[in-house]
């Protein structure tokens, strides 16, 4: 590889770290601003409306208005009468970690949304991230980031919510 080939990968790097820096600053409330939501809904819907049971058979899939279920003010939103059971009997096991938050944004002590598409499961747990360029930095080091993100977490505030 060329020096300059090398620099310019060196860039493209750079401004990719630097790019996911801006986007999870300029959404991100650091510390604990009381303006946190407990559960990142928008306009009520959990998830963007992404069945939270359908992550743990392998796939995100959108839910359907028709099978949904309000939880503490947030509604989910499922693919099937199934999935809305399952949920029903064990609501704690199908939510996302951190409220449905970015995971690597919260080992970072910050907060940003997500993209439902950008997720893991990790010892029986669903993480999300913003893109493709937090799960790969978050996917780097999962165990060491969900142990900052869990010291994190319990820092922001749950209001509004019932929590």
Do not use: H
């Not at 401004?15 to 996911?20: A, K, T, Y």
């Not at 996302?96 to 970072?108: R, T």
């Not at 669903?126 to 142990?147: D, H, Q, R, T």
């Amino acid at each position: 590889m060329t020096i300059e080939r090398a620099r310019g990968a060196a860039f493209a790097v750079m401004m990719i770290v630097l790019g996911l820096v801006v986007g999870i600053a300029s959404s991100a409330a650091a510390g604990a601003d009381s303006s946190v939501p407990a559960v990142n809904a928008d306009q009520g819907i959990g998830l963007k409306g992404y069945d939270p049971v359908e992550y743990f058979n392998g796939a995100p899939t959108k839910g359907s208005a028709q099978y949904s279920f309000a939880r503490k003010r947030v509604t989910y939103r499922f693919a099937s009468a199934g999935n809305l059971e399952k949920f029903k009997a064990d609501p704690e096991k199908y939510l996302p970690q951190y409220g449905g938050y970015c995971a690597y944004a919260m080992s970072l002590d910050r907060i940003a949304d997500i993209d439902p598409s950008r997720w893991a499961i990790v010892n029986g747990k669903l993480y999300l991230n913003n893109g493709f360029v937090a799960e790969k930095l978050w996917s780097l080091n999962k165990s060491g980031n969900i142990v900052s993100a869990d010291r994190n977490w319990p820092q922001y505030p749950k209001k509004a919510i019932g929590e």
